[in-house]
């Protein structure tokens, strides 16, 4: 049983794999000759590996930044970080998070199927982190590992996982100019919050991507180079705070303080450089192969995917939202030292991501205006609300790390205090949760349709 669970892990927390074989079952189902599912299966597979590669070399370049910053500040606090959390709690709760996620995937594809909200959420190691974030409440709340534990945890992630999709789409249409794929991360409370944000105070006029220079200029309009040179100058001016001595000696390996800073600009160029190429790939393989799925198995059904997948289309968002996102997260930070709370430290790597997705959601509809404002509210929710989801993450709360969006953040809040009123209000919770869904859907599909009679009616 273990050895099958590991593997199912293994698959569904490997996005590249997870994929493919999405891929795969779309090609076959659409009766692709073998080469073309083969093609197309790889492509996707290799795809998102360059995806995920091209992640991992943004992070790697970003956490020489995070250290430089926490040292010339000399704070200590949490840092939240989904990944440094899970880790600590897989240990405890390893075979609980794998049960939740199987049943977790199989409420999100029933859902899909029954209901008007047709995401077929695909990024998996987001599931892995939900999936462990309920099995951590749930118990801490005196559930145990127990099968109603799997079970109501598993109602309760597929349910999240199906609807926040939705609550993007509207904004992901305006984005990439189609409605053939959604947002499959775990800010996307937060990213559909900027995008109303953007949409109520922001001007769609004047758009980042508009932003218009002079001649003598005009190589900044190619991204590589206009996002080296920022990040040069930022890392630049944080290592001379930092200082050589901590430079050369905790990151640089002896290397001269200031060509390390240029060259960790250049590495997080070259990373979003290849997110953008992997990008391009899955978008010209996984849309095609997965109208075979949407086709036979959940009808209209879209893949959810994860959050590089918007990055192409506003690049000069994702450089001012990271900025944006950061500052006020570090600002908060501040005030938190002032009111004498628990200090959460920003995470460059989740104010980058984050950031980066809600300046490009509220610029959908806010043009730059709305960039900065979605930005800035996106900021205040995650840097304030890990205050409040650690007395309720039990022998966690003790831990230097925290869980670190929003979509872990909001509904991990509720429902631990739903916790705190015992089980059968927990449980009821749940249950309340996937039935709201459900009737919203069959309300919002007689609205439709009765739309539609009176549109009939007229013509």
């Given at each position: ?196 944000i953007g949409k109520w105070f922001g001007n769609s006029k004047n758009s980042t991507e508009d932003i218009e220079l002079p001649k003598s200029l005009g190589f900044l309009r190619d991204s590589t180079v206009s996002i080296t040179i920022v990040m040069a100058l930022v890392y630049i001016i944080l290592a001379l705070i930092a200082g050589p001595t901590f430079v050369e000696t905790k990151l640089s ?83 938190m030292v002032a009111l004498h709370t628990v200090v959460i430290i920003p995470g460059v790597v989740g104010h980058f991501f984050c950031g980066a997705a809600a300046a490009i959601f509220g610029n959908s509809k806010g043009g730059r205006r709305g960039a900065i404002l979605g930005t800035i509210v996106n900021s205040l929710l995650i840097s304030w609300l890990p205050l409040y989801i650690l007395p ?68």
């Open positions: 049983m273990k050895e099958i669970l590991s593997l199912f892990e293994s698959i569904a927390t490997t996005p590249a794999l997870l994929v493919g074989l999405i891929a795969m079952i779309g090609l076959l189902l659409q009766k692709k000759s073998a080469t073309e599912t083969v093609q197309g299966t790889i492509k996707t597979f290799a795809g998102f590996l360059i995806l995920t590669g091209g992640s991992t070399i943004l992070s790697g370049a970003l956490e020489p930044f995070a250290k430089m910053f926490k040292f010339a500040l000399g704070v200590q606090g949490v840092v939240p970080s989904n990944e440094a959390v899970v880790a600590i709690a897989l240990v405890k709760y390893g075979t609980t998070t794998a049960l939740i996620m199987l049943v977790g995937m199989i409420v999100n594809v029933v859902l899909s199927r029954i209901t008007r909200f047709k995401y077929i959420f695909l990024t998996g190691q987001a599931m892995l982190y939900v999936s462990c974030l309920t099995a951590v409440i749930l118990i801490s709340a005196g559930m145990g590992s127990s099968w109603e534990t799997i079970l109501l945890g598993g109602l309760f992630e597929g349910t999240l996982l199906t609807v926040t999709p939705a609550f993007c789409q509207p904004f992901m249409k305006s984005i990439t100019h189609a409605d053939n794929i959604a947002m499959g991360h775990t800010g996307n409370i937060g990213y559909a919050i900027s995008g109303l390996n002896g290397t001269n303080y200031i060509i390390f800073a240029i060259v960790q600009a250049g590495t997080f160029a070259a990373g979003f450089a290849v997110v953008l190429q992997g990008v391009r790939m899955i978008l010209a393989e996984i849309v095609p192969a997965f109208q075979g799925i949407a086709k036979k198995v959940v009808p209209n059904s879209k893949p959810a995917l994860d959050v590089p997948i918007i990055f192409p289309f506003a690049p000069n968002a994702v450089l001012l939202g990271f900025f944006v996102s950061f500052i006020v997260g570090t600002l908060s930070m501040l005030v309720v993450l039990g022998n966690l709360k003790m831990a230097s790390s925290t869980f670190a969006d929003t979509d872990y953040l909001v509904p991990g809040i509720i429902l631990g205090n739903l916790g705190r009123w015992g089980v059968p209000a927990l449980a009821t919770g749940i249950v309340a949760f996937t039935a709201t869904v459900i009737i919203v859907s069959v309300l919002m599909n007689m609205r439709e349709k009765s739309k539609n009679s009176e549109k009939v009616a007229k013509s």
